[in-house]
């Protein structure tokens, strides 16, 4: 896995260095942990071999994404770090509610979060990077096992208490907060990102666009062109998403990529059961930039692979340099 994530980055890492120059929830689950969250359940990583010393990365995080299980529920709001993410997936999660995971590779800011727990789709979405690290609140006992074995380095407030902290200004659990730099020493660089995304001069066509709604059971996703900035601004259930510092937050690309919601053997704690979002296969998607909306065509054959898309005529879907948010949305 290790030699064939390396031979991606080596093919992408020209393409991928352009974004270097540019650069969530309430789902009744209590399984979150950290420091003083409630107790009742454990965090992954029993098992693991030792860390790296906080803030000295081992030989095995070199290379190696940061990804953060960002807590997406209005208590959360806003979030920190937000921003400086080079990519964000939304996915749905129990009771048709959303969560967030963002990968870092080209900066690491002093704070992310609020940090909540990591779902089965997490680890199928990760293993198309080489060795992940992925820092995390908890997760439904049954799934920590799974976790603990997955090809990626798990930090949890257990793992790396160091790492985290608890903010004064928002209740548990959505006070928990990560330190990148206790994790990575430095980020490792776009040629990390090994997603399969180009970044180039939009295909011809496509058709106008101000504005896109994406719509989950008890949640949506609003991005709105803004002609001044040549970004899409984000809004979360009707209110502009903004970081902790002021920052709207406001991606240069935006992926509604249609894919399958299946139903998973885990529940939250109410009963409700954990969809698993299939990034593993085929598909179609609208891809946002320039004020523009794009018919396009995803593919992802192995897990270990990125997501290639492709115009209707199968040229290479480029997206605009800057961050990318990806939302699975149900096909």
Request: charged share 20%.
């Amino acid at each position: 896995m290790r030699q064939k994530a390396s031979m991606r980055r080596g093919a992408m890492a020209a393409a991928l260095l352009t974004v270097a120059a540019t650069g969530s929830l309430m789902t009744g689950c209590t399984t979150d942990h950290g420091p003083n969250a409630d107790a009742g359940a454990r965090t992954a990583g029993q098992s693991q071999a030792p860390r790296p010393t906080p803030g000295h990365a081992g030989a095995d995080s070199v290379g190696s994404v940061l990804a953060v299980k960002i807590d997406n529920a209005s208590e959360a709001r806003p979030q920190t770090g937000l921003d400086a993410a080079d990519i964000v997936y939304a996915e749905q999660v129990e009771g048709g509610l959303s969560r967030l995971m963002a990968i870092y590779a080209t900066q690491l800011p002093k704070a992310v979060g609020p940090v909540r727990s990591a779902r089965e789709s997490d680890l199928e979405l990760l293993r198309q990077f080489d060795e992940p690290i992925l820092a995390f609140s908890g997760a439904q006992h049954k799934l920590l096992p799974v976790i603990d074995k997955a090809p990626l380095r798990p930090e949890s407030p257990e793992q790396s208490p160091d790492s985290y902290y608890r903010g004064t200004t928002k209740p548990a659990p959505h006070n928990l907060y990560l330190r990148p730099g206790r994790l990575l020493r430095s980020a490792p660089g776009a040629a990390a990102l090994t997603t399969g995304f180009r970044f180039g001069a939009a295909p011809a066509g496509g058709s106008p666009e101000t504005s896109r709604t994406v719509r989950f059971p008890a949640a949506r996703f609003t991005f709105s062109w803004s002609a001044s900035t040549k970004r899409w601004l984000v809004s979360m259930d009707g209110t502009p998403t903004v970081t902790t510092d002021g920052k709207r937050v406001a991606p240069a690309t935006v992926v509604v990529q249609y894919v399958k919601l299946l139903k998973s053997k885990y529940h939250d704690v109410l009963g409700n059961n954990t969809p698993f979002t299939q990034t593993v296969g085929s598909g179609t998607a609208k891809v946002l930039r320039d004020g523009r909306v794009f018919d396009a065509d995803w593919k992802r054959p192995a897990a270990t692979d990125g997501t290639e898309f492709t115009t209707n005529d199968g040229a290479p879907m480029n997206f605009a340099k800057g961050q990318v948010w990806v939302v699975f949305a149900k096909a």
